[in-house]
């Protein structure tokens, strides 16, 4: 059954309720994670809690409760779900405020934990590989909104997927203001070309993916060389293979940009094998402590 934690309470997914005043709803003003659990175990929860907490400094929020108490409430909340291996949104709003903007008038953080099932691509679709546009609206500068930040406000990532849905594709593609290749509206993007895998720095502002780097990691233990690099529009047309990471997608092909086929126009060798591999870590998956 879904599940949600709101500030220590469990209570069932439909019974789960915040004010209308909370900031989260009225200005997008808190932070959230998007975890997995597999084999039982949430996968890599120090990352996600020591990026939580970077996404609160950055905006200046103060998390009422510490690391170690954040872990246990992820994990207790996941254990009363009794849900085979679900996927966890933890969100920290700034809480219930006035219709004002100003954070200091807000009581306190709320933190929110759903414990619910996800499946945004079919298998077929990680068989078949998805079909891409690159899109107009840029991802938000970084020093307007860091994309590091992963803040409550998507609408940037929201506008694009609207403009992907209106290509009728399955993902959309975001360069920065400089045209360089940024990041998906929910996904990190990683090119192969010549057996090197290549995926854009942090510079080019993008949220620092936990699947990326596990991705990163899988690649150099089986041999393959990886270089985080600028891309453009160009890199990514005349690329050998082409594939999106993040936690609800885990590792997902793309076949098409721009209705250009991506070398044959079927997922490529490299990208396939770590589809493997990741799914292998996965399934064996251990925990952290
Ligand atoms: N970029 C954006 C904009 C995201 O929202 C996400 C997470 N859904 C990612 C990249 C991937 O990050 P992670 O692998 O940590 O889920």
Redesign the pocket.
């Known amino acids: 059954m879904g599940l949600v934690y709101i500030n220590g309470e469990l209570v069932p997914k439909e019974e789960a309720k915040i004010s209308v005043f909370d900031h989260g709803l009225l200005y997008g003003d808190g932070i959230f994670?998007?975890i997995r659990v597999y084999n039982g175990h949430i996968f890599h929860i120090n990352?996600?809690v020591d990026?939580l907490f970077n996404s609160a400094k950055a905006i200046n929020l103060e998390i009422p409760i510490s690391k170690s108490e954040i872990k246990e409430a992820l994990n207790k909340t996941v254990k009363a779900s009794e849900l085979d291996d679900p996927y966890i949104r933890l969100v920290i709003t700034r809480g219930e405020g006035t219709l004002g903007l100003d954070p200091r008038k807000c009581a306190k953080p709320q933190i929110i934990i759903i414990v619910d099932k996800i499946q945004l691509y079919s298998e077929e679709l990680y068989k078949k590989g998805l079909n891409t546009a690159i899109v107009s609206t840029i991802r938000n500068h970084y020093e307007a909104l860091n994309?590091r930040i992963?803040s409550l406000n998507?609408l940037n990532?929201i506008l694009a997927k609207i403009q992907c849905a209106a290509f009728n594709k399955d993902e959309g593609i975001m360069l920065n203001k400089d045209g360089l290749v940024a990041?998906?509206?929910?996904?990190?993007i990683f090119i192969v070309k010549d057996s090197v895998v290549i995926t854009p720095p942090t510079s080019a502002g993008?949220?620092?993916?936990?699947?990326?780097?596990?991705i990163i990691d899988l690649a150099r233990e089986k041999g393959i060389e990886v270089k985080e690099m600028d891309l453009t529009r160009y890199d990514l047309y005349t690329a050998d293979e082409c594939f999106l990471?993040?936690?609800?997608?885990q590792i997902i092909s793309v076949v098409t940009i721009d209705d250009l086929k991506i070398a044959d126009g079927v997922p490529g060798k490299i990208t396939l094998s770590l589809l493997d591999a990741f799914r292998n870590l996965i399934s064996n998956y251990a925990g952290e402590k």
Not at 206 to 214: E, H, V, Y
Request: aromatic share 4%.
């Open positions: 994670e998007g990352a996600h990026r994309p992963k998507y990532n990041e998906c509206t929910g996904d990190n993008i949220l620092l993916g936990i699947t990326r780097n596990t990471t993040g936690t609800a997608a």
